[in-house]
């Protein structure tokens, strides 16, 4: 899980632009014998005005344009379907190598719009909670899928940088874990947050991991972005059955690794994810032992987010009332405290049911298929 993806939508050998950062284009630029400003006047086609098609970008000199079309492209994934929820939410499944493909989701408010992004094709994890898990993992996603996920929701809203903002934050928390790809990842959201890309503030960028103890302190010395962790418990044990990766990197291993963020970065704050599930992790022993850990972090804030269902899942969600109480429990803690409402559940999008199409290259969505049929045979 650690090789390092390349664009694998290739056109006879041409460069995919959507795979440099600023610096990276600049050097290519450099290596067709251009000046690196015309890197930047072509970076501005593409992020601001979405532009993909060389003859279109008309302050570019004719000579540079051709050399441009010979030699490279700008490619994005295809979408391969799309769909809206009633709530506003749009889902895009976009297809990568050889029949994967990778989910998107937009997620409109009255204040913002959130850009949900994919980082690997599956996921190698296994969180037990999460549909993405049971489809076992194939490869990390190009620089290139990444921020071109971005550039086809950008497209289908009409976004215009510095203007009119449809996505105003990106939260690296679709399928994958974000810093087993963190090469990528990092390139894709300082895209992301440059003034010639899609000039996002920092605070509105935010990866999300299982808690991979040595990145995140790697990813606080290399990029300024937002960090959410996904505890969903507040004790190893619990936490362990859970997600799997906490028995390499245990709580307070984890914790530490937070506390060094916040010295590092002092005006930051951390989000604590925690998925609400009916009799494993809602009761109010579970809150308490989450007011302890939360005490260590005064400035961090927990977002509740109500466990949203999937096939053959064998969890399920708490109720209202019982995460009301667990909320409450939690505030009356001065421990800040967010309920994450449940959007676009009704086409498959809200967060943990995020699923592509993953060529595994594990035995996970086997074994889960096999369990799937055996729960079939039984209740028949």
């Known amino acids: 899980m650690t090789d ?24 290519f630029f450099a290596q067709l014998g251009e000046k690196p400003y015309r890197a930047e006047q072509v970076m501005k086609w593409i992020y601001h005005r979405l532009e993909d098609n060389f003859e279109n970008m008309t302050d570019v000199g004719k000579a540079l344009r051709a050399k441009l079309e010979a030699s490279c492209y700008v490619g994005p994934p295809k979408t391969m379907f799309e769909k809206g929820a009633a709530d506003g939410t749009h889902k895009w499944l976009l297809g990568m190598d050889g029949g994967n493909a990778v989910e998107a989701v937009y ?30 993992f194939n490869r990390n996603l190009a620089t290139s899928e990444i921020i071109g996920q971005m550039w086809v929701a950008a497209k289908y809203l009409g976004n215009v940088t510095h ?34 890309g899609f000039g996002l503030a920092s605070k509105r960028v935010t990866l999300s991991t299982a808690g991979l103890v040595p990145m995140i302190d790697k990813l606080s ?58 009799g494993v992790n809602d009761q109010p022993e579970h809150a308490r032992q989450l007011i302890k850990l939360m005490r260590r972090m005064p400035n961090c804030k927990v977002n509740l987010i109500p ?6 899942t064998r969890f399920e969600r708490s109720d209202a009332e019982t995460i009301r109480a667990f909320q409450t429990q939690l505030l009356n803690a001065n421990v ?14 809200a ?12 035995r996970r969505q086997a074994e889960f298929r096999k369990r799937l049929d055996e729960g079939a045979s039984h209740a028949a």
């Open 163 to 196: 203007q009119n903002r449809r996505i105003t934050n990106v939260v690296m928390m679709g399928m994958g874990e974000p810093l087993l790809n963190f090469d990528n990842v990092t390139k894709a959201m300082s895209l992301m947050r440059d003034d010639l």
């Open 351 to 362: 967060c943990g049911q995020l699923k592509g199409q993953v060529l595994d290259r594990t």
């Open 107 to 136: 997620i409109p408010e009255p204040t913002r719009g959130t850009l949900c992004v994919s980082s690997q094709v599956g996921c190698g994890l296994n969180c037990q909670f999460c549909s993405t898990a049971t489809q076992g």
């Open 307 to 312: 466990f949203n269902p999937f096939p053959g």
């Open 4 to 27: 390092q993806a390349v664009s694998t939508t290739t056109t006879n050998e041409k460069v995919n632009l959507l795979d440099f950062d600023r610096q990276g284009l600049r050097d």
């Open 221 to 278: 010395e290399t990029i300024d972005v937002s960090l959410a962790v996904s505890l969903h418990a507040a004790n190893d044990e619990l936490r362990t059955e859970l997600v799997p990766l906490n028995k390499r990197y245990p709580i307070a291993e984890l914790m530490a690794a937070c506390q060094r963020w916040l010295d590092r970065k002092p005006r930051t704050s951390i989000t604590f994810e925690y998925t609400l599930m009916k």
């Open 336 to 349: 800040l405290t967010m309920l994450r409402r449940t959007r676009g559940d009704d086409i498959d999008a």
